[in-house]
């Protein structure tokens, strides 16, 4: 990992406020980048989809176009990669997620009905069967796992599980009589067992009690995706909405705007716990993701997927 002391980025958010359409609060926030890994010149990452930190500090991709898992040192030495193009055990046709937990990896693949779970050292161990494709996943406080599960365009599932795979509860995320395909779902964990989601295909941010009641929902954008056609008589929306969901360790959510955002994948908006919209900022170039690791060091992409950042975050 490329350690860089530079100065601290201070981007003031009232451009971002008005591409928001919405009378948010002025935020400054200091972005420090602290180091970086891959690069447009190096073949450490080609195009990286999911990131995860475990408590050592090791960071885990999910490569899709390389079809492998990879791990680095906190100084960013590649230590093990795994996996090949392929659909059995330990293979991936396009891996888009994975999350470290405690001493397993749970990997999950594009259309797979399926995650895979390797040890911290990325040797395979198992599967375990979904109901659907994997879109998210995450622990909860008790030690149990979440996955936000497509089961069709247009219902999600939440699949509530334990480490083994053995199910507890589920509940339907999406109304089942809704014919507007939601996208992708992003999901991070409140320490009280809710959690919340965010929509790739709609202007929206919910967050929901553990058995799946709803606490409250914030349209975030100033304006919705607009739809672009219909495909098999699904309508199919023309921009994307939210492209990631994060939470710090003081519990405000952050949210990245997608094409709909007045800042495509810049735009970050900043929400408490309790769904209130405490400013946006903007990133200094565009990122598919956001994410914290357990010291609060926010981790974002750039140079289209070949390069992961890590930033220190700071408000005024």
Not at 90 to 114: H, I, M, N, Q, T
């Amino acid at each position: 990992m490329k350690h860089r002391s530079v100065c601290v980025l201070f981007i003031a958010a009232a451009a971002a406020v008005f591409a928001a359409g919405k009378d948010l609060p002025a935020v400054r926030v200091g972005l420090e980048e602290l180091a970086a890994i891959g690069g447009p010149e190096s073949d450490a990452l080609f195009l990286w989809t999911g990131i995860s930190v475990d408590r050592d500090g090791n960071v885990y991709f999910s490569d899709a176009l390389d079809c492998s898992l990879k791990k680095f040192s906190p100084d960013g030495v590649l230590l093990k990669k795994a996996g090949r193009k392929g659909r059995g055990p330990g293979e991936f046709d396009k891996p888009v997620g994975l999350a470290a937990v405690g001493e397993r990896v749970y990997a999950w693949d594009l259309y797979d009905r399926s995650v895979q779970v390797f040890d911290r050292d990325l040797a395979y161990r198992e599967t375990l069967p979904m109901p659907g494709s994997v879109d998210a996943l995450a622990v909860l406080p008790g030690g149990e796992l979440a996955a936000c599960v497509r089961a069709s365009l247009v219902l999600t599932k939440v699949l509530v599980f334990r480490p083994d795979g053995t199910p507890v509860r589920e509940f339907d995320l999406t109304d089942p009589n809704d014919e507007m395909a939601p996208g992708s779902i992003s999901l991070a964990v409140d320490p009280s067992g809710a959690a919340y989601y965010g929509y790739l295909f709609r202007n929206l941010v919910e967050k929901r009690s553990d058995a799946g009641g709803r606490i409250w929902s914030r349209e975030i954008l100033g304006r919705g995706p607009g739809v672009l056609s219909n495909v098999q008589g699904i309508p199919l929306p023309a921009e994307t909405c939210i492209l990631s969901l994060a939470r710090d360790g003081r519990g405000r959510l952050f949210v990245l705007g997608g094409s709909a955002a007045g800042r495509p994948g810049r735009d970050v908006f900043v929400l408490g716990p309790e769904g209130v919209v405490l400013g946006s900022f903007a990133l200094p170039e565009p990122s598919h993701t956001v994410y914290f690791d357990q010291r609060d060091f926010l981790y974002v992409s750039a140079d289209g997927g070949v390069t992961m950042k890590k930033y220190r975050v700071t408000f005024e």
